[in-house]
Structures are given as structure tokens and as C-alpha cells.
Antibody, heavy 115, light 112 residues
Framework: EVQLVESGGGLVQPGRSLKLSCAAS????????MAWVRQAPKKGLEWVAT????????YYRDSVKGRFTISRDNAKSTLYLQMDSLRSEDTATYYC????????WGQGVMVTVSS | DVVMTQTPVSLPVSLGGQASISCRSS???????????LHWYLQKPGQSPQLLIY???NRFSGVPDRFSGSGSGTDFTLKISRVEPEDLGDYYC?????????FGAGTKLELK
């Protein structure tokens, strides 16, 4: 059974950093691209970033480029999202997902950016 | 970016009835490889999204055949027949033909 479990969310002040993790199991992690998708409170879904299976290529939406870094550790079957220079508009539930066009999603982790 | 326009925003249905959701894209979703990367998701209240349909008309593993997807080019439809209580929630279309991936704004399926 495919499982994706996010962690690392919380309340953070504007301009500060936070790192999300996603532990994957139930499939061969190193075979798949992985993505982060977010959902602001009471809003729709928004793709954030994708990393290909071996980590050699990454893709970001414009609003997070230069501030967020997606990475992976295939030995640990873990996906990461390093979020720097956080803004209030980054407040959202962040979902880890398998594939760039997701087929499986984690349960999500809340990130609140507020002073 | 490709804009995905979903209609209606809200769709009241009766249990056992049929529902139809439209998703229109601002440009053709036919990839240069001939495939069309249009997908449908359901987000039940308080849950993560789940994949229903991939590449226009392919039901994902475990998805009942009450769900069907169709369309081409820029115009796509998700149909739900014999609506059941577990079908209620927010439906989203997603295009992954063009970078960046973009979602529709969602359609809330609710009881009439």
C-alpha cells in the first residue's frame, strides 16, 4: 500500500524558514517523480514543485522559485521541501504527492506564516 | 500559464442522480507526443485529494465505473452516475500537458 507521511509543519514568522519532510513507503521511491502541492485555507489546489526520480531536475512555480528547494533522499525514501523567506501567502496545507500529476497524496501538513 | 475553467462552481444533486462537471482549458491539452494530460480528482471533506480519472478517460485503481471522463482538445467532462453519499466533496481538474501544472478552481458536489 502506497503511503506518504508529511511532517515538519507549524507556525513560523514571515521571513523565516521551515523544512517539510515526506516519508514514502509501499513503492519503489527511486522510480518516481515526486511533487509538493499546496492548498491555502478554503481555497483550491496549487502545484508547488516537482523533482524527477533521481533528483537531477527540479521544477518550481514562479512564486516560490528562489525561495523553496525540493530535494529527495532515495536511500531513505524521503522527499523534502526547504522553504526560506516565507511569506503570509505561503500559508497552506502542503501535500506530498507521487508523480508530477499526482496519483497518490499524503495527508498534508499545515504551514502557517504569521507574526 | 494554462487557465483551467471549471463549471459549475456548485452542483446540487440528489442521491441516485447524475452529475456532470465541465473543465475547459485556455489552450489545447494535446501534448506533442499525442497524449492529453487531463486528470480529475475528488477531495472529500477533511481529506486529501484522490485521483479518479487520468488522461481524460482512464479510471484509476479502485474507482467505480459510475465515474467517467471524456473530452478532447480544450473541453472535458466528468460524469458521475447514480451519485452516492461518498461522492460528495470538491472535484478538481488538473492539466499536466503544459508547464506549470494547473488545477481548475473546483466544483463542490453537494446534496440538493
Amino acid at each position: 500500500e502506497v503511503q506518504l507521511v508529511e511532517s515538519g509543519g507549524g507556525l513560523v514568522q514571515p521571513g523565516r524558514s521551515l523544512k517539510l519532510s515526506c516519508a514514502a513507503s509501499g513503492f519503489t521511491f527511486s522510480d518516481y517523480a515526486m511533487a509538493w502541492v499546496r492548498q491555502a485555507p478554503k481555497k483550491g489546489l496549487e502545484w508547488v514543485a516537482t523533482i524527477i526520480y533521481d533528483g537531477s531536475s527540479t521544477y518550481y512555480r514562479d512564486s516560490v522559485k528562489g525561495r523553496f528547494t525540493i530535494s529527495r533522499d532515495n536511500a531513505k525514501s524521503t522527499l523534502y521541501l526547504q522553504m526560506d523567506s516565507l511569506r503570509s501567502e505561503d500559508t497552506a496545507t502542503y501535500y506530498c504527492a507521487r508523480r508530477g500529476a499526482p496519483d497518490y497524496w499524503g495527508q498534508g501538513v499545515m504551514v502557517t506564516v504569521s507574526s | 500559464d494554462v487557465v483551467m475553467t471549471q463549471t459549475p462552481v456548485s452542483l446540487p444533486v440528489s442521491l441516485g442522480g447524475q452529475a456532470s462537471i465541465s473543465c475547459r482549458s485556455s489552450q489545447s491539452l494535446v501534448h506533442s507526443n499525442g497524449n492529453t494530460y487531463l486528470h480529475w480528482y475528488l477531495q472529500k471533506p477533511g481529506q486529501s485529494p484522490q485521483l479518479l480519472i487520468y488522461r481524460v478517460s482512464n479510471r484509476f485503481s479502485g474507482v467505480p465505473d459510475r465515474f467517467s471522463g471524456s473530452g478532447s482538445g480544450t473541453d472535458f467532462t466528468l460524469k458521475i452516475s447514480r451519485v452516492e453519499p461518498e461522492d460528495l466533496g470538491d472535484y478538481y481538474c488538473l492539466q499536466s500537458t503544459h508547464f506549470p501544472n494547473t488545477f481548475g478552481a473546483g466544483t463542490k458536489l453537494e446534496l440538493k
